[in-house]
Every structure is written in structure tokens, then in C-alpha cells.
């Protein structure tokens, strides 16, 4: 059987040595030097000024958003878009803090939102913000999206935790919006068993993000920001300054094990991507299968993804593809396919007559098997072998 994840880590055997002899010797286990090290080591990986290192993916959206609700770049009731074929807990955080999702199709030849996607969501509504998916390492032409954003006045939020890695025209994605997040969970592109990020340039934004990421005080601030704010909540005494409370937070903070754990498994990074992206060449020969919708790439340098999706043209080809894989390959739908579909979804947010006919064929004819660096030459001849010779 081919696994979709096939590892704990990259380099498994020696990162948990590696860990051991940190756990045994490390007198901190909370948030502490391990983690703003990984922030340090990731803000230089990724090319910008900020990284706030939080326990999840999924915790770096939730804190994006508040952040950006605390200082007022949004406010409850704003329509937020976001791409339609995308993970739960990228449009969850949207409804739980009182903003209107409105979903934004996708393209079927990048399975990612297009400026022609937003422009046909956007006849009939505005957005105040586009919360963008960069999707199983693939975009659209994001430079143009991120011009028709600042064009509009859109805040434009990347979703990155599929593509770490990935390269679009000289930059990587995850540097197109004002902030980014990523995800460490195993069988992402690297692990830190779980954990999350967000990036950005904007030092306010960051700063509110570690206000967010620790139950809405100052810790963990530079003493120059925590200066800042406290001069600006008039908090002058030492006994209460660190148990003052500025603004809506939770506690998403990630621990040294974690933290550890991130700065070893980034000395891997380039090489997991390079495998990565050499897998993916090798099976990109799938895609000329004309029982399959093609995928374009040709406009990104660098390709990241941890998995290879297919849209078969019909659902009896989808249905034998399950029946083939089926003790070989593990295989599941496309992300969480169109997230309108979903039952949460469908509790919480009324139809709003947005056409999602991509996603819909998507979620209905798509589903994708693992990338990963531990793949073998026989299981890329294998995986060849069946997902070209289905007819
Ligand atoms: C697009 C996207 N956003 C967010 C997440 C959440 O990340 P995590 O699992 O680290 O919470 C995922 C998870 O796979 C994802 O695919």
C-alpha cells in the first residue's frame, strides 16, 4: 500500500534522536528560546520581516483573523472571500468572529482562485478581505490577484499551508498578501508534529498576532513594543503590567518540543522540496491521461505539494480509479473539497446564489494520493502505471 504519509519526519531516526537529547537536557518545555529561535529561522526562510509560531495551521488562521479584527482592518459583519475548495478551519475562524464568507470559485486548470473567479464573485457582492488558498502547492496568477486586490482595496490573506515551498515567478508563495500562514502537521511539507505560523512584513500586525497567540497580553513582545503599548493603555505598574489584558486573545502558543523540532526539520527544507517537486515531475506524465482534467504549472518555478491531485472528466472514471487504488494506493477527496457542500457550512451560512461549479465538479470527480519524499522509484512506476492506464 502507498501511504499518504509515510513518516513522522523527514530524517525520522535521526530527529527523534535529536529530540530525545533535547527533552533530557532542556530545562523549558514551555513557549521559550526553541520557538523564537524557529521564528527567527523561518521569518529568514520565507523572506519576511515577521514569523509568530502558534500550535496549528489552523490556529494561525483563527489568529490572523482576530488580530486583524483587533485593530480594526475588519469588523464583524465584513464579507471576507475565500476560495471554495479549501480546508474547514480556513472558513471556520470567518464564522466564528461574525464575518459574512463569501466562497470564490476555482479554476479547473490550477484548481485555484483566478482574477476571473473573483470578478464573477464580486458582481454580486464586494469583499473587504480574500482569504486565498494556495492549493495543494499550485496557485493562479497570484501577481495579478494581488494587483486587483490593492486595485479594490481587498486585504489579501494567504493561505499557505498546502504550498510552503513553492515558487511563482521568483517568489515564493506565502509573500503575496499582507500576511501568511503555514502548517507543521505531519505530512506537510516539514513537521513539527503539530504547529502553525503566520507571517508577514507589518510589525503592528505581529505584534497583535503575539497578543492574540497568549491570552491577549504583552508577553513574549519585544520590551521596545511592550513599551508601546504599554504607554498607550497607561499600564505603568510592574505588578499588574504582566497581568494586564489588551485586547481578545486565546492561548495558541506552541512548546519548545515543538520548537525544536521546527528548527531541525528547516535544515531539511530544501531538500524535502526538492524531492517533492522531482516526484512531482516524474507524475505530472499522469495528467496527459485525457480521461483527466489537465493541470497547469507551467507559470511556477518551484512546485511544493504534498499530494497529487486528479479531476477525472467524469465520475464513472473517479469510481474505477477508487475501485483500482483500492489495497494499493490511499488515496481521499481533493482537500476538503467545496467547503459549501459541508454540513457546518451549510448550518451557518445561507445560499447566497455564488455559482462554485468548479469546486462542486471538484469535490465530485477529484481526489488526490501522497507526495511525499520517502517515495520510491517502484511506487512512482506504480502510481504511473495505474493512473495512466485507466481508460
Ligand atoms: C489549506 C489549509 N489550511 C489550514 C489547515 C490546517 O492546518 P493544521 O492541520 O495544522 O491545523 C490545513 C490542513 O491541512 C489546510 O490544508
Not at 526562510?45 to 495551521?57: H, I, L, M, P
Not at 478581505?129 to 486586490?149: P, V
Request: net charge positive.
Amino acid at each position: 500500500m502507498i501511504k499518504l504519509i509515510k513518516s513522522s519526519f523527514y530524517k525520522e531516526k535521526e530527529t527523534k534522536q535529536a529530540l530525545n537529547k533535547f527533552i533530557s537536557g532542556a530545562e523549558i518545555l514551555s513557549f521559550s528560546q526553541q520557538c523564537q529561535l524557529f521564528e527567527k529561522n523561518f521569518a529568514i526562510y520565507q523572506g519576511r520581516k515577521e514569523a509568530v509560531f502558534v500550535n496549528s495551521g489552523s490556529s494561525a488562521n483563527l489568529a490572523i483573523i482576530q488580530a486583524l479584527l483587533n485593530l480594526g482592518y475588519l469588523k464583524k459583519g465584513d464579507k471576507v472571500g475565500f476560495s471554495a475548495i479549501t480546508w474547514s478551519t480556513n472558513v471556520m475562524p470567518l464564522i466564528q468572529l461574525g464575518l459574512n464568507p463569501i466562497p470564490i470559485d476555482v479554476e479547473l486548470d490550477t484548481l485555484n482562485v483566478s482574477v476571473e473567479t473573483i470578478e464573477k464573485s464580486l458582481a454580486k457582492t464586494k469583499i473587504k478581505m480574500l482569504f486565498l488558498t494556495n492549493l495543494l502547492g499550485f496557485s493562479d496568477e497570484i501577481d495579478q490577484i494581488q494587483k486587483f486586490c490593492e486595485k479594490k482595496n481587498i486585504i489579501l490573506i494567504e493561505d499557505n499551508c498546502e504550498s510552503m515551498g513553492t515558487v511563482y515567478q521568483g517568489k515564493k508563495l506565502g509573500n503575496f498578501g499582507l500576511a501568511s500562514t503555514f502548517s507543521f502537521y505531519v505530512g506537510h511539507h516539514m513537521s513539527t508534529i503539530e504547529g502553525g505560523m503566520v507571517c508577514t512584513d507589518d510589525e503592528e500586525l505581529a505584534t497583535m498576532l503575539r497578543i492574540v497567540r497568549a491570552h491577549g497580553w504583552d508577553r513574549n513582545l519585544s520590551e521596545a513594543n511592550q513599551a508601546k503599548v504599554r504607554i498607550k493603555h497607561q499600564v505603568n505598574s510592574s505588578f499588574y503590567s504582566r497581568y494586564t489584558f489588551y485586547d481578545l486573545g486565546y492561548n495558541l502558543r506552541s512548546t519548545e518540543i515543538n520548537g525544536f523540532l521546527g528548527n531541525f526539520q528547516l535544515q531539511f527544507i530544501d531538500e524535502i522540496v526538492k524531492r517533492r517537486q522531482e516526484n512531482f515531475l516524474k507524475l505530472s506524465i499522469i495528467y496527459k491521461n485525457p480521461l483527466f482534467y489537465p493541470i497547469k504549472w507551467d507559470h511556477l518555478d518551484v512546485v511544493s505539494n504534498f499530494a497529487i491531485p486528479i479531476v477525472c472528466k467524469s465520475k464513472e472514471t473517479k469510481n474505477k480509479l477508487v475501485e483500482k487504488c483500492n489495497g494499493k494506493v490511499e488515496i481521499r477527496p481533493i482537500v476538503g473539497g467545496n467547503m459549501t457542500k459541508q454540513p457546518f457550512y451549510k448550518k451557518y451560512i445561507e445560499e447566497n446564489g455564488q455559482l462554485i461549479e468548479n469546486a462542486s465538479l471538484v469535490h465530485e470527480n477529484g481526489l488526490y494520493f501522497g507526495n511525499n519524499p520517502e517515495l520510491t522509484k517502484e511506487e512512482i512506476k506504480l502510481l504511473i502505471e495505474i493512473f495512466s492506464e485507466i481508460r
